[in-house]
């Protein structure tokens, strides 16, 4: 191809915490899934047997008998050739009902073994405290139960934390660590994995934890006249009325407020501008707070928010405060949380259930508000701490290995900027259409209300349209590479999830390109364990100083996201504001850019005329029409989806770009139980081909589970899902497990690499 996409030095490492085989051992044994496999050949010969007797009702209800896990009849017409295959049916059921039910009472000492290991019950506790004082604490100590119904739902709900520490690869603590790999110039080996030197565990405050923090220092009263007061950017002040026009906020402004706002850029605390005003404090303060209801003016505790130190800079900011008694006062329950932080660093699990209920009481104390949130949500940010941990491995890539992927992804990442082309161009138009004829420039926030949600289509609500392809049985498919057609040539970026498939020892990998994002590899919060902060984003930051193509990016600044940061190194625009905290030093303001309606769609410049491009630090964003069409050409993963029922595998180039995957109602897995459950499973596998192991989505859920069809747990997690749910979405595992090649001692970890990719302009190759 005459586009070639080259690979970042360094690269990031996700795994799962605990071993796919300890999932993988809470399945039935090969026996009787290769018995359950023979009662299916034993249902299928007595339909025909049925059918050759010409009797199609007859077979009808047989069918209708298997499907609701009935034991089937036949009437007294039927012949012996029917009889003996309804005498085979049900003597193999018999048997292999006696073996389940051995199997699965087998099978529930092993999950309480697995729930009982160390490790596992600390990985609860830092997922959802609640969950493992309720449930998992009480499950251990109960003993073994019979099998009722409440005790299957206890299993089941064991198991849905199991298959996500070890089949999900998450960035949460040591059951979803992280790690990295690196790019050399050696060509002895392809993936080499070798040992991190370091498997620490780093213990934050949330974010939401610190912000209420922040705003209880702010309501202190003695301590708000040394705030800073800071003006609004969304504002234009002009003698008498400051506005915003685009949100229709007008503030007028009295002799005392204007003279307040010449002031309060050189002494922004009410107590420095009463200085310099010759008024009291309390005067300034009641001549500033209309001007805070009004939005102008934003008022509170100043601190760094994208950072791995934001606690801390809070505790730095009230250091800062005159020595007050409510200062002393903060600076004494700062310095506790961060000493129990600390101690709750390095804690055993026992410790650990002590040090946490301090820790929450403390902070209710302080800020009035709960300590957790959404409790008993498995992938909610929920406590006021969190926790990230290193990996115990590390990947390099040998130079030949790395060239033969750079090959192998250049072709599905060619897809992906074509794709992304024709997305964002019908984004632009949709744009255009909504502005309608009026071609006067307008600044970027009138720009974003007049195409407020409910004028586009489009977000994470409404995700880009799918490309539909003909129904095809086949298992894998290879597409063209320009079957979407091309990209125009310049400069791109793409940050792919990246897993690789072992086709056995020393024979190499498969590549599979999982996820396109529309990122560069910044310095973010997936960075908290890589030594040098320059290194880890030296290629975006070479490809944003040296591309054609990233003159005029600029950074769309929003608001952090629980522990998600990423800090773009470039110009920045802020667009929306309503905390101290989103008031940016040196950032543009809408009112620095123009956004201009042109036939082709609108454009984004800045004072000078120039085109401006936004950088979209969020997935979100990329969806969401007003941005995405001013965004730099974005590359996008196109979701492949079929007419029917039934997706092959696809490939695009050198790698795969889809996993096989499978559309159904869930009716058929809603309604059984227990063995017929299995049995159910056991025909749906059959007859749609799939794997052991899928990965399952719910019209009513947004996370993928893991599900074994040959566990009883995990088809019951599919049974409660299925019966919250219309219809099911189904894919193959893929790398399956055969294909797992990341290995310690206790075994096969499923992983994915996050890895920058870039495509440098012609005449600039990467330096």
């Known amino acids: 191809m ?22 993988e051992s809470l399945g039935f044994s ?49 012949g012996q ?18 073996r389940y039910a051995n199997e699965r009472t087998d099978l529930r000492l092993k999950l309480r073994e697995r729930a009982a290991d160390p490790a596992i019950q600390e990985a609860v506790f830092l997922s959802s405290p609640a969950m493992f004082d309720n449930v998992w604490a009480r499950y251990l100590r109960g003993g073994e139960q019979k099998d009722t119904s409440d005790a299957r739902r206890v299993d089941r709900q064991v198991y849905t934390y199991l298959q996500r520490f070890c089949a999900k690869n998450e960035t949460t603590s040591f059951f979803g660590p992280i790690s990295y790999g690196e790019r050399t110039d050696a060509d002895d080996f392809d993936v080499r994995t070798v040992a991190s030197g370091d498997t620490s565990r780093r213990t934050f405050f949330s ?29 234009t002040v002009s003698p008498g009325r400051a506005a915003c026009e685009a949100l229709q906020l007008e503030v007028p402004l009295a002799e005392g407020a204007e003279k307040l706002l010449a002031v309060l850029r050189a002494h922004p605390t009410p107590a420095a501008a009463a200085q310099v005003l010759g008024l009291a404090v309390e005067e300034v303060m009641r001549s500033a707070l209309p001007l805070v209801k009004g939005a102008l003016l934003l008022w509170g505790l100043p601190f760094r928010p994208n950072d791995f130190t934001t606690f801390e800079s809070v505790r730095d900011s009230v250091a800062a405060l005159p020595a007050l008694e409510a200062r002393a006062l903060w600076l004494a329950r700062l310095d506790t949380l961060s000493r129990l932080k600390a101690e709750f660093e390095t804690a055993n699990l026992t410790r650990r259930r002590a ?135 310049g400069g791109r970026y793409a940050l792919p999830d990246v897993c690789l498939a072992s086709k056995g020892e020393g024979a190499g990998f498969e590549v599979m390109l999982a996820r396109v ?3 560069l590899m910044l ?9 040098s902060r320059e290194r880890y984003s030296a290629v975006a930051a070479r490809w944003l100083d040296a591309d054609p193509a990233a003159r005029g990016l600029v950074g769309l600044s929003i608001r952090r996201r629980n522990k998600g940061f990423y800090v773009f190194p470039g110009r920045r625009l802020v667009y929306a504001v309503s905390d101290v905290l989103d008031v940016e030093d040196g950032a543009m303001t809408p009112a620095d850019v123009k956004v201009l309606p042109t036939s082709q769609g609108p454009v984004l410049v800045d004072g000078k005329g120039e085109r401006l491009h936004l950088y979209l630090p969020l997935d979100d964003f990329s969806s969401y029409p007003p941005f995405a069409a001013l965004a730099h050409p974005q590359v996008l993963h196109a979701p492949l989806r079929t007419k029917g029922s039934h997706l092959p595998r696809l490939s695009i180039g050198g790698a795969v770009y889809q996993r096989e995957r499978w559309e159904l109602t869930s009716e058929k897995l809603a309604r059984p139980t227990g063995f017929d459950l299995f049995l159910a499973a056991q025909r749906e596998r059959r007859t749609r081909g799939w794997p052991r192991f899928v990965f399952m989505r719910s019209s009513k859920e947004r996370k993928p589970y893991l599900i074994d069809t040959a566990s009883p747990f995990a088809l019951d997690l599919l049974s409660h899902l299925s019966r919250e ?20 001692a206790r075994g096969r970890y499923t992983c994915e690499l996050r890895m920058q990719f870039t495509r440098w302009s012609e005449g600039t190759p990467p330096l």
Do not use: C
């Open 2 to 23: 005459s586009e070639r996409w080259t690979l970042g030095e360094v690269f990031v490492l996700r795994h799962a915490g605990f071993p796919f085989d300890w999932l």
């Open 517 to 519: 994002h529309h990122h």
């Open 725 to 744: 749910a219309e219809r099911l979405s189904v894919e193959e595992m893929y790398p399956a497990p055969a294909q797992l090649w990341l290995k310690d």
């Open 355 to 489: 040090l946490l209920p301090e820790l929450e009481a403390l902070f209710t104390e302080a800020t009035g508000k709960p300590a957790r949130r959404g409790d008993g949500q498995v992938y909610a940010d929920r406590l006021i701490i969190y926790e990230e941990a290193s990996s115990p491995f590390r990947l390099r890539f040998g130079q030949r290995f790395t060239e033969e992927l750079e090959s192998a992804l250049t072709g599905p990442l060619e897809l992906s900027a074509a794709y992304g082309e024709r997305v964002q161009q019908g984004f632009r138009e949709q744009v255009r259409d909504a502005l309608g004829t009026d071609e006067r420039p307008v600044d970027l926030l009138e720009y974003a209300v007049r195409l407020r949600p409910d004028q586009v289509t489009g977000s994470r609500f409404s995700p880009v349209p799918p490309v539909l392809l003909d129904e095809d049985s086949s298992r894998a498919r290879s597409l063209p590479v320009d079957f979407l057609g091309t990209s125009t040539p």
């Open 81 to 98: 050739t029917s009889r003996d295959a309804l005498e085979r049916y049900r003597v193999r059921r018999e048997v292999l009902q006696t």
């Open 30 to 78: 090969d026996e009787v899934l290769g018995e359950a496999n023979l009662l299916l050949d034993d249902e299928r010969a007595l339909l025909d047997a049925v059918r050759a007797e010409g009797d199609e009702s007859g077979a009808k209800a047989l069918q209708d008998s298997f499907e609701q896990g009935r034991v089937p009849t036949l009437k007294s017409r039927h």
């Open 523 to 531: 310095r973010s919060w997936l960075s908290a364990f890589f030594p």
């Open 207 to 235: 974010f939401w934890a610190v912000t209420e923090l922040a705003r209880a220092v702010g309501r202190e009263r003695t301590l708000r006249p040394h705030l800073p007061l800071r003006l609004n950017p969304l504002f």
